[in-house]
T-cell receptor, first 111, second 116 residues
Framework: QKEVEQNSGPLSVPEGAIASLNCTYSDRGSQSFFWYRQYSGKSPELIMSIYSNGDKEDGRFTAQLNKASQYVSLLIRDSQPSDSATYLCAVAMDSNYQLIWGAGTKLIIKP | GAGVSQTPSNKVTEKGKYVELRCDPISGHTALYWYRQSLGQGPEFLIYFQGTGAADDSGLPNDRFFAVRPEGSVSTLKIQRTERGDSAVYLC??????????????FGEGSRLTVL
């Protein structure tokens, strides 16, 4: 069974620090990797996608992918209280539109 | 519309009743997805439409669940003989083409279903 694992948290990070969120996946055929942010009571919104090994940076966010270790992470620099949310990792095989979702990590940024 | 619209936002029903949940995707989006999310869990795939046809309904939990998209735009998720275990937030998402190639699904705010 294809699985995506995340630490449920909560992960507490001081404002201004770097928040590091991690995700592992079981299917070696996975090709597409996504990080979604979900505020409490709201729907998920895409913040990062990554398709090849290495780092991808977008503003304060950096996604890191290591296919050999089946590991994808999200770094948030200069964390802000508004970053407090649940971060969902989602994975798909290249030809498969079905996303396999982790349960999410709750991030709390403390002022 | 500007975003994915789902109605109702909240639905409370009694066990055994029939429920319909509606999704109006972003105009021009051909791909439409239904997901179900329980508290503390990630979204669970239910069904995927490409245009009018259900390209994959393998996530529907049983034959009490059915979804349609007759004109390739609005979709309705139908649940017959509701059970308490059906209680969850039902999320609809749309994308311009297959969501995986663009990487971006646009979600509605969800319909919270409570079965008493």
């Amino acid at each position: 069974q294809k699985e995506v694992e995340q630490n449920s948290g909560p992960l507490s990070v001081p404002e201004g620090a770097i928040a590091s969120l991690n995700c592992t996946y079981s299917d070696r055929g996975s090709q597409s990797f996504f990080w979604y942010r979900q505020y409490s009571g709201k729907s998920p919104e895409l913040i990062m996608s990554i398709y090849s090994n290495g780092d991808k940076e977008d503003g304060r966010f950096t996604a890191q992918l290591n296919k050999a270790s089946q590991y994808v992470s999200l770094l948030i620099r200069d964390s802000q209280p508004s970053d407090s949310a649940t971060y969902l990792c989602a994975v798909a095989m290249d030809s498969n539109y079905q996303l396999i979702w982790g349960a999410g990590t709750k991030l709390i940024i403390k002022p | 519309g500007a975003g994915v619209s789902q109605t109702p936002s909240n639905k409370v029903t009694e066990k055994g009743k029939y429920v319909e949940l509606r999704c109006d995707p972003i105009s021009g989006h051909t791909a439409l997805y239904w997901y179900r999310q329980s508290l503390g869990q990630g979204p669970e795939f239910l069904i995927y439409f490409q245009g009018t046809g259900a390209a994959d309904d393998s996530g529907l939990p049983n034959d009490r669940f059915f979804a349609v998209r007759p004109e390739g735009s609005v979709s309705t998720l139908k649940i017959q003989r509701t059970e308490r275990g059906d209680s969850a937030v039902y999320l609809c998402a749309s994308s311009l083409i297959s969501g995986i190639t663009t990487g971006e699904l646009f979600f509605g705010e969800g319909s919270r279903l409570t079965v008493l």
